[in-house]
């Protein structure tokens, strides 16, 4: 964390390496990249947070983790790996407290984006929601191992989490918590996933 700021007027540019990442608090893609400080657009930067500080997430989906969460914008560092323009993430889907099926996205929030779902040793599945699967699916990750022992100890004690990691120059990295993936409103396909996914829940 570089900073936190009640609006973008109050941004202080001048404490920012040259790159860095700035996000809205309360929302989903409220999300500006800065390779290059020096030519990075403020002025279209700043318009762009100010309307997501003034969209409220939890009216749009109803998750209510986001409700009455103060409008804010945080810096965060820049994280890349290598020449890749967008990382790799794994979303681990967690039922009581065990990692059951890894959602692999690529390309994230691109127009090309794929999403690929796998079980715990990495064997793909014949699973998909509202994107398509990819045509080169990624080798098993080196940190596998780890990163589903940290989703475990992550989602200890709840029904349902995901847990989102990265790996990054070898290193897992800690993405975010969701209580409701895609706010719950998207399908699986075949049908008979919903089966298998509702019984792996126990309240």
Same mark, same amino acid.
């Given at each position: 964390?570089?900073?936190?700021?009640?609006?973008?007027?109050?941004?202080?540019y001048?404490?920012?390496?040259?790159?860095?990442?700035?996000?809205?608090?309360?929302?989903?893609?409220?999300?500006?990249?800065c390779?290059?400080?020096?030519?990075?657009?403020?002025?279209?930067?700043?318009?762009?947070?100010?309307?997501?500080?003034?969209?409220?997430?939890?009216?749009?989906c109803?998750?209510?983790?986001?409700?009455? =969460?103060?409008?804010?914008?945080?810096?965060?560092? *820049?994280?890349?790996?290598?020449?890749?323009? *967008?990382?790799?993430?794994?979303?681990?889907?967690?039922?009581?407290?065990?990692?059951?099926?890894?959602?692999?996205?690529?390309? &994230?929030?691109?127009?090309?984006?794929?999403?690929?779902? *796998?079980?715990?040793?990495?064997?793909?599945l014949?699973?998909?929601?509202?994107?398509?699967n990819?045509?080169?699916?990624?080798?098993?990750?080196?940190?596998?191992?780890?990163?589903?022992?940290?989703?475990?100890?992550?989602?200890?004690?709840?029904?349902? =989490?995901?847990? &989102?990691? *990265?790996? =990054?120059?070898?290193?897992?990295?800690?993405?975010?918590?969701?209580?409701f993936?895609?706010?719950?409103?998207?399908?699986?396909?075949?049908?008979?996933?919903?089966?298998?996914?509702?019984?792996?829940?126990?309240?």
């Open positions: 964390l570089l900073g936190v700021w009640n609006s973008p007027e109050e941004i202080d001048d404490i920012l390496p040259n790159s860095f990442v700035l996000k809205t608090t309360h929302d989903c893609g409220g999300v500006i990249v390779k290059d400080k020096n030519s990075f657009d403020k002025g279209g930067a700043e318009a762009f947070l100010r309307s997501h500080l003034n969209s409220d997430y939890y009216e749009t109803r998750e209510w983790p986001y409700k009455n =969460i103060p409008h804010r914008i945080i810096a965060e560092k *820049y994280m890349y790996d290598g020449d890749r323009d *967008y990382l790799p993430v794994c979303k681990f889907f967690c039922f009581n407290g065990v990692p059951k099926i890894i959602q692999v996205i690529q390309n &994230d929030k691109q127009p090309d984006e794929t999403i690929d779902y *796998y079980d715990r040793n990495w064997n793909l014949d699973l998909r929601q509202n994107f398509p990819s045509r080169e699916h990624l080798p098993r990750p080196e940190k596998l191992d780890e990163m589903l022992d940290l989703a475990e100890k992550l989602a200890d004690g709840k029904n349902f =989490i995901r847990v &989102d990691l *990265y790996v =990054i120059n070898g290193d897992v990295y800690f993405s975010e918590y969701t209580f993936s895609d706010a719950g409103f998207e399908r699986f396909y075949p049908d008979e996933w919903d089966y298998t996914l509702g019984n792996w829940i126990q309240l």
